[in-house]
């Protein structure tokens, strides 16, 4: 009777070899992603995530949560509050606007995450100014010169636009703005935290949002953003901040070591061992190692039609190449058919650009590898 039991109770699940097999019968674990996020996770952080379940408000939560949000901290260089959210990280973009922002914000873009922003300002009933930056072209002092008036409360730009692959200069951004007033900075480091030091020890920035899916090399799901005294202290004024991203709420159960809804707990396994594997890297060597990528993609871009920024203000995490007149479609299926996968062009640039993401536990050498498929593809299309 008990065997019977136990049989059908077993049956209710699916078969173990449904879990086993991959639906293209395995093939897809061959998949070499060099996307600009979700990215390639290495196989032991994937593997990180199936640690027994525990519960956000377990003692053992509790632990790992304070000492996750301790090496994140040390990891960037920081003092300033960290919190997480189960979410992307367009939680907190929104999260920094509706805790910072009464009513008028400047909104800088020069690609597609900056427009993001605004729409999401505007989204949340702010009043936005906007300054538009030519896409592929830096923000720069001189983009805000002027603009920045006692009536703005905060400023929101990208560091990194994935779109066009453009870094701009963070700190004299900073500067520029503090000589006119002395608004919120909020600032968007989706594709740049973990990769690229922003130094933000120097850099006085108010709100720093960022994912799991992207440097971090972790599967998507987790929001960050690092906060000042000052928006926490400016947030208490602030009316409608909503539930889900409300920081006075959230940073009440993060002194606590937990978050406010339910943390993903999986991902933050995964988060646990990626901090170790970050700082045994050392951040100085995680920070040149993708320096060297963007330089190793940026010289292989001259055997086609170079890239859409220029090497000043590269980005050290995404290369967006001309297109010039290669068909990218058939390319990239060929180059797909190989394993390996890149990204297509974005936004406005869609059209003549296409994009290789290197970051998180991409390394020169698989990049070169790459890079290699990329030139064998080449040559099948003489
Ligand atoms: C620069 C930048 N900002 C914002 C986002 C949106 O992030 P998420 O999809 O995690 O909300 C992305 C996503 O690619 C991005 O690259």
Known sequence: MLCFIMALSIREHPPASAHAKAPNGGKELDRKLFTVGPVHVDPEILK????????????????????????LKKALDTDMDIFLVAGSASAFLE???????????????????????????????????????????????????????????AVHFVSNESSTG?????????????????????VDGVTSVAATDLQLRKNNVDALVFGSQKA???????GFIAVSEKLMKKAKEVQNRGFYTDLIKIKKNND??????????????????????????????????HREMAGIVRTWSSKLHGMLPEEKY??????????????????????????????????????????????????PATLRELLKAMDETLEEFK
């Open 48 to 71: 990180a995530q199936t640690r027994p379940m525990i519960t956000h408000r377990s003692k053992e939560y509790k632990a790992l949560h304070a000492s996750v949000i301790e090496r």
């Open 216 to 222: 971090l090399g972790l599967p998507p799901g987790l």
């Open 256 to 289: 606590e070591n937990s978050t406010l809804t339910t943390s993903p707990v999986s991902l933050v396994y995964a988060l646990d061992l990626q901090l170790d594997r970050m700082l045994a890297e050392g951040m100085a060597a995680r920070y040149r190692r």
């Open 314 to 363: 590269s980005s050290d995490t995404i290369g967006v190449l001309n297109r010039g007149d290669l068909d990218f479609d058939k390319f990239h299926a060929s180059l797909k058919a190989k394993g390996y996968e890149i990204s297509n062009g974005y936004g406005e640039v869609k059209q003549r650009t296409f994009r290789i993401g290197h970051m998180g536990d991409v390394t």
């Open 95 to 153: 999260g920094a606007v509706r805790n910072g922002v009464k009513s008028n914000v400047l909104g800088i873009t020069n690609g597609s995450f900056g427009d993001r922003w605004i729409d999401i300002s505007k989204a949340n009933g702010k009043n936005v100014k906007e300054i538009r930056v030519p896409w592929g072209k830096p923000i720069l002092p001189a983009s805000v010169e002027g603009a920045v008036d006692d009536s703005i409360e």
């Open 166 to 186: 453009v870094l701009s200069p963070l700190g004299d951004m900073i500067d520029s703005i503090k000589k006119q007033n002395d608004p919120l900075i909020f």
